[in-house]
T-cell receptor
């Protein structure tokens, strides 16, 4: 158990809909990362937050957005869903201080768009 | 920019045989390098990492990797494969430290272990 909690574990929704994925980082971790894993694209970095502020952006679509709240949990919002958005979405967190940049992953949220 | 190349998408070995999973990286600054493992229907688990210091790094489950700067490589090895090693393995690089750091992953290699 990495200590990173993601909900829901599985989600099936229809095209055009909107979903929210939730992540609770490890206790005390200030950085939260979101990654998308799909068969064709592999593991793609989406976005990173540090203590509530966006710090880095990767291949995140405009239909997707994220935020990190004062209690450090994070949400990834996916809207106008398309079939191609079906993927495993990972949240990860990184300890503050000298951790050698190790990030710890949750078990992911499986999103199926039908 | 940083990137990772993992040659081949699938490696199959016999139980007890040597495991060698290749990883080459590109980074404009000294990198931090990682191997993660993903078992079926699970998240990514850190196997080992290289930051600074000793170039031969030992990880969990008997795996080790050697950082070779001249070859820009960080290959993962295990002397004797076990059935439980069957999983997907990801190499990752991070070349920025601090609050803005992020990991860039390779496409992953699926390891199969034959009885």
């Amino acid at each position: 158990d990495s200590g990173v909690t993601q909900t829901p574990k599985h989600l099936i929704t229809a095209t055009g809909q909107r979903v929210t994925l939730r992540c609770s980082p490890r206790s005390g971790d200030l950085s939260v990362y979101w990654y998308q894993q799909s068969l064709d694209q592999g593991l793609q970095f989406l976005i990173q937050y540090y203590n509530g502020e966006e710090r880095a952006k990767g291949n995140i679509l405009e239909r997707f957005s994220a935020q990190q709240f004062p209690d450090l949990h994070s949400e990834l919002n996916l809207s106008s869903l398309e079939l191609g958005d079906s993927a495993l979405y990972f949240c990860a967190s990184r300890p503050a201080g000298n951790s050698g940049n190790t990030i710890y992953f949750g078990e992911g949220s499986w999103l199926t768009v039908v | 920019a940083q990137s990772v190349t993992q040659l081949g998408s699938h490696v199959s070995v016999s139980e007890g045989a040597l495991v060698l999973l290749r990883c080459n990286y590109s980074s404009s600054v000294p990198p931090y390098l990682f191997w993660y493992v993903q078992y079926p229907n699970q998240g990514l688990q850190l196997l080992l990492k290289y930051t600074t210091g000793a170039t031969l790094v030992k990880g969990i489950n008997g795996f080790e990797a050697e950082f070779k700067k001249s070859e820009t490589s960080f290959h993962l090895t295990k002397p004797s494969a076990h059935m439980s090693d069957a999983a997907e393995y990801f190499c990752a690089v991070s070349s920025i430290t601090g609050a803005n750091s992020k990991l860039t992953f390779g496409k992953g290699i699926t390891l199969s272990v034959r009885p």
